[in-house]
């Protein structure tokens, strides 16, 4: 159903609204011309403006024209060479009239390169770049409080942001290429709704699309390269992601309800959850990882995803049952009474439990990834005999209870060898600790250590492991009280 609705999405876009548009005349038809060496030529684009009727056409011959064009009439606008429209730190053009078309211009220099006021307006095959100069936020083209308008063709880089579209609807942006938004979003999308974005090309921006409380968003086909970075960051409802390209490493994070990123290429990305019934399938991707502060933020529906050429496999609401053999990653989501033994997770994100209990995980190599074993709002867990190396971090722990840490060999990881936070009840015996950049735990009570063997340890006398205890805030301050456990070697 979903893929049935964006290829007519697709369709009704690409019938309608062609990408070079060529048929400029409407109303009456009569054109103006501006430069040039025509006998009566106006010298300036707003003369133009201010000379035409609704319905006019208006020709611009290249040229250098530092002024900033306000378009209040129904107006057709064609660049003739390029033409270059100098913003000088103002908007570059605003367009405030409905059903007007800039075409062929370059625009530069200003604080928008395009504001965009009304509705049902065409921006095509433009380039529009180096619009910078505003101490608040700008981009090449701003759609505000408008509807029904198309960016379409045009190549938009080096301004604050590419394209931002703040409380806008039913847009559509379609093959544009929007780059080297260094320092800012290649699309903003604020409280904006229904909008498409299709067929365009992201590359080296800060964030590539980054949405703020923005719901039913299509962004479907697209290209999206960086070097490294934040691919997409999506808060909002009911936005769906198809069939885009992912190109460099990155993360895309969702945090909303009922997104959907589905028969997407990220190899090389890594996705994150945040939100509540979010819809991943038929994906290839990095590593999947999830997080929350409540069961429903873990459970999703999560289906055909594959990640160096090995499932992602996870489960919900299951008991007892048993877990195929070639699987690149694990996420158990209130399960219980399951085994994971004998598996090799390397380069993905290792094991997920979340609020499950009476697991066993036994005898893995998790290596290389960005959490190896990650345990939160679980019971009576046991981790035995694994190697856990060359992790981000080794073994994580949150507000869980009962878990039992025996006989691994916990080396080389990079941030901390095992991080806790409110763990309580919890057995580590026996493991060795070995070249891990540190340890911390946070809040956690009532735990015991035994015979664990510590590569930064030398003495006969009991390891102290040190734990913070952090009381509630109190007038901006929230200080950390040092707390001893001791490894009784």
Same mark, same amino acid.
């Given at each position: 159903?979903?893929?049935?609705?964006?290829?007519?999405?697709?369709?009704?876009?690409?019938?309608?609204?062609?990408?070079?548009?060529?048929?400029?005349?409407?109303?009456?038809?009569?054109?103006?011309?501006?430069?040039?060496?025509?006998?009566?030529?106006?010298?300036?684009?707003?003369?133009?403006?201010?000379?035409?009727?609704?319905?006019?056409?208006?020709?611009?011959?290249?040229?250098?024209?530092?002024?900033?064009?306000?378009?209040?009439?129904?107006?057709?606008?064609?660049?003739?060479?390029?033409?270059?429209?100098?913003?000088?730190?103002?908007?570059?053009?605003?367009?405030?009239?409905?059903?007007?078309?800039?075409?062929?211009?370059?625009?530069?220099?200003?604080?928008?390169?395009?504001?965009?006021?009304?509705?049902?307006?065409?921006?095509?095959?433009?380039?529009?770049?180096?619009?910078?100069?505003?101490?608040?936020?700008?981009?090449?083209?701003?759609?505000?409080?408008?509807?029904?308008?198309?960016?379409? =063709?045009?190549?938009?880089?080096?301004?604050?942001? &590419? %394209?931002?579209?703040?409380? /806008? *609807?039913? +847009?559509?942006? #379609?093959? $544009? =290429?929007?780059?080297?938004?260094?320092?800012?979003? &290649? %699309?903003?999308?604020?409280? /904006? *709704?229904? +909008?498409?974005? #299709?067929? $365009?090309?992201?590359?080296?921006?800060?964030?590539?699309?980054?949405?703020?409380?923005?719901?039913?968003?299509?962004?479907?086909?697209?290209?999206?390269?960086?070097?490294?970075?934040?691919?997409?960051?999506?808060?909002?409802?009911?936005?769906?992601?198809?069939?885009?390209?992912?190109?460099?490493?990155?993360?895309?994070?969702?945090?909303?309800?009922?997104?959907?990123?589905?028969?997407?290429?990220?190899?090389?990305?890594?996705?994150?959850?945040?939100?509540?019934?979010?819809?991943?399938?038929?994906?290839?991707?990095?590593?999947?990882?999830?997080?929350?502060?409540?069961?429903?933020?873990?459970?999703?529906?999560?289906?055909?995803?594959?990640?160096?050429?090995?499932?992602?496999?996870?489960?919900?609401?299951?008991?007892?049952?048993?877990?195929?053999?070639?699987?690149?990653?694990?996420?158990?989501?209130?399960?219980?009474?399951?085994?994971?033994?004998?598996?090799?997770?390397?380069?993905?994100?290792?094991?997920?439990?979340?609020?499950?209990?009476?697991?066993?995980?036994?005898?893995?190599?998790?290596?290389?990834?960005?959490?190896?074993?990650?345990?939160?709002?679980?019971?009576?867990?046991?981790?035995?005999?694994?190697?856990?190396?060359?992790?981000?971090?080794?073994?994580?722990?949150?507000?869980?209870?009962?878990?039992?840490?025996?006989?691994?060999?916990?080396?080389?990881?990079?941030?901390?060898?095992?991080?806790?936070?409110?763990?309580?009840?919890?057995?580590?015996?026996?493991?060795?600790?070995?070249?891990?950049?540190?340890?911390?735990?946070?809040?956690?009570?009532?735990?015991?250590?035994?015979?664990?063997?510590?590569?930064?340890?030398?003495?006969?006398?009991?390891?102290?492991?040190?734990?913070?205890?952090?009381?509630?805030?109190?007038?901006?301050?929230?200080?950390?009280?040092?707390?001893?456990?001791?490894?009784?070697?």
């Amino acid at each position: 159903m979903v893929v049935k609705k964006i290829l007519a999405t697709m369709l009704t876009i690409l019938l309608l609204f062609p990408v070079h548009i060529h048929a400029y005349e409407k109303g009456d038809g009569k054109v103006l011309y501006v430069g040039g060496n025509g006998e009566g030529n106006y010298s300036s684009i707003m003369a133009a403006v201010n000379a035409a009727k609704d319905g006019y056409t208006i020709m611009v011959y290249s040229g250098i024209y530092r002024e900033n064009v306000i378009i209040s009439k129904e107006l057709t606008l064609i660049g003739i060479g390029y033409p270059i429209i100098d913003g000088r730190g103002k908007d570059g053009v605003t367009i405030v009239a409905e059903n007007c078309i800039v075409d062929g211009f370059k625009i530069v220099n200003g604080s928008n390169g395009t504001m965009i006021l009304s509705n049902k307006n065409l921006i095509s095959n433009n380039i529009i770049e180096n619009n910078n100069h505003s101490d608040v936020e700008s981009a090449g083209v701003y759609i505000l409080n408008s509807q029904h308008n198309r960016i379409i =063709n045009n190549i938009i880089s080096g301004n604050q942001n &590419g %394209i931002i579209v703040h409380n /806008s *609807s039913q +847009n559509t942006i #379609l093959c $544009n =290429n929007i780059s080297n938004h260094v320092y800012w979003e &290649g %699309i903003w999308l604020r409280a /904006s *709704s229904n +909008n498409v974005f #299709l067929n $365009n090309t992201f590359f080296n921006n800060s964030i590539h699309v980054y949405s703020y409380s923005s719901n039913n968003n299509n962004i479907s086909y697209n290209t999206f390269i960086s070097p490294e970075g934040a691919m997409l960051i999506i808060s909002g409802n009911n936005n769906v992601f198809y069939g885009n390209t992912f190109i460099g490493w990155g993360n895309i994070e969702f945090s909303g309800l009922n997104n959907k990123f589905i028969s997407n290429n990220a190899s090389k990305i890594g996705i994150s959850l945040y939100g509540e019934n979010e819809t991943i399938k038929n994906n290839i991707m990095q590593r999947l990882h999830i997080d929350g502060a409540n069961l429903s933020n873990f459970l999703h529906n999560i289906e055909n995803n594959t990640c160096n050429g090995k499932e992602i496999y996870y489960a919900k609401n299951k008991c007892d049952v048993e877990i195929p053999e070639n699987v690149s990653q694990i996420i158990l989501v209130n399960c219980s009474k399951i085994n994971i033994a004998g598996y090799s997770f390397i380069d993905t994100a290792g094991i997920e439990i979340a609020y499950s209990h009476d697991i066993k995980i036994a005898r893995n190599t998790v290596a290389k990834n960005h959490r190896g074993i990650y345990i939160t709002h679980s019971y009576n867990v046991v981790v035995s005999g694994n190697e856990i190396v060359e992790n981000l971090v080794g073994i994580r722990i949150i507000f869980s209870r009962n878990v039992k840490i025996m006989h691994n060999n916990v080396s080389s990881n990079i941030l901390y060898g095992f991080y806790w936070f409110s763990a309580f009840l919890c057995d580590t015996v026996a493991n060795n600790f070995i070249n891990n950049s540190g340890y911390a735990i946070i809040n956690s009570f009532l735990n015991t250590w035994f015979h664990n063997y510590w590569d930064d340890w030398h003495s006969m006398m009991p390891k102290p492991i040190l734990v913070c205890i952090f009381i509630p805030r109190l007038f901006l301050i929230c200080p950390c009280i040092p707390w001893l456990n001791f490894d009784w070697l």
